[in-house]
């Protein structure tokens, strides 16, 4: 229960016992040092010195005065994973193959990282959440969609949740800036000297892109006096859809692509009407999968802030394990900058 959960200093000694159980100290090596420790975790040194003080206790590590720490015994997994139980932290994908998804790997690296360098373990999950429970997980971070009925119960067993993915409804969440992202982004086209922006896409995917920035696209092109329209199928390809709207009197010379994914049925359709990217026509893509699709140009794109998105979903969670009574208010996200990368008309042209 959370009431269980370890103080501090024992954050900081079952990261220590993880990391003599890896494989990265052998014995007689050199430990970290207490500074080393109360940096990284930004704790004071009386903490940092009762989690050294635990292990030199236990046998584990030995000061020698002038010389440093070292290690003494290196603990049995079985032992280590037992003391650390308590520390763990969740994240979730919603998927069980992780491969060819850049923004995914790109985020697990950075949560990893940060949620180990605030005290605690991190633990991978895909669809199957049941050895969260088995692990004692203290805390979720979901990255998609993930089984609600699941979620119900980590979050009635006084498991906090946090959701990064925007459809996360249930969760307590992120709430990111499509406002802002939309402006920037018809601020561009309208500099570029664009007439008409259409959002196109296909998947499950472009259809959340639509549901988050069909209004605030809608209201940055009347402002900016941009026709917009919208290509994007509930069901099948996207193809039809975008002939039609190239058929039109006044066809759009900008593309805002909902996922990259759709782009494998969007560039031959261009390639057919020999509309050349970056000249005829531009495109920005949401999402940095766009980085993997190949192009001459290479496409532009747009994403979330991730160093952001993932500071503020650690720093949310944190807040909720601490204060499990709480209700807090959805940190909001930026989006970063958009990296152009010749895939939209140059300015004059």
């Not at 003080?53 to 997994?77: S, W």
């Not at 979903?313 to 996200?333: F, G, Y």
Request: aromatic fraction near 6%.
């Amino acid at each position: 229960m959370l009431s269980e959960r370890v103080l501090k200093y024992q954050e900081l000694e079952g990261y220590m016992l993880q990391e003599l159980s890896c494989g990265r100290f052998a014995l007689e090596d050199r430990f970290f040092s207490e500074l080393d420790i109360a940096r990284q975790f930004e704790v004071n040194h009386v903490t940092a010195r009762k989690a050294f003080d635990a292990l030199v206790r236990k046998g584990y590590i030995v000061r020698r005065r002038g010389a440093g720490t070292f290690v003494k015994r290196l603990p049995e997994c079985p032992q280590q994973l037992r003391m650390l139980k308590r520390c763990v932290i969740g994240i979730a994908t919603g998927r069980s193959d992780v491969d060819n998804s850049l923004k995914l790997g790109r985020m697990l690296i950075r949560l990893h990282r940060t949620i180990e360098a605030a005290g605690y373990l991190s633990m991978l999950v895909g669809e199957d959440l049941t050895p969260l429970e088995e692990a004692g997980a203290c805390g979720l971070i979901v990255l998609d969609r993930v089984d609600d009925g699941f979620l119900r119960r980590l979050l009635q067993g006084g498991i906090p949740v946090v959701g990064v993915y925007p459809d996360s409804g249930l969760l307590a969440g992120l709430s990111f800036n499509y406002s802002e992202a939309a402006e920037r982004i018809v601020a561009l086209f309208k500099e570029r000297k664009l007439r008409h922006l259409a959002l196109v896409g296909e998947g499950d995917d472009a259809l959340t892109v639509r549901n988050m920035f069909e209004k605030p696209l809608t209201v940055a092109a009347q402002r900016q006096d941009l026709a917009f329209s919208i290509a994007v199928p509930p069901v099948g390809s996207v193809v039809s859809q975008l002939e039609s709207l190239l058929d039109a009197k006044c066809p759009p010379d900008a593309l805002f692509v909902a996922n990259a994914w759709s782009l494998g049925s969007i560039a031959p359709v261009l390639a057919q009407r020999r509309l050349a990217v970056g000249r005829d026509i531009s495109i920005l893509v949401h999402g940095s999968n766009a980085l993997l699709i190949p192009g001459t140009p290479a496409y532009a794109l747009i994403d979330w802030d991730m160093d952001h998105v993932v500071e503020q979903a650690v720093a949310m969670l944190q807040s909720l394990i601490r204060n499990p009574q709480q209700t807090p208010a959805p940190a909001s996200v930026n989006y970063g900058a958009i990296l152009e990368r010749g895939s939209i008309v140059p300015a004059g042209e």
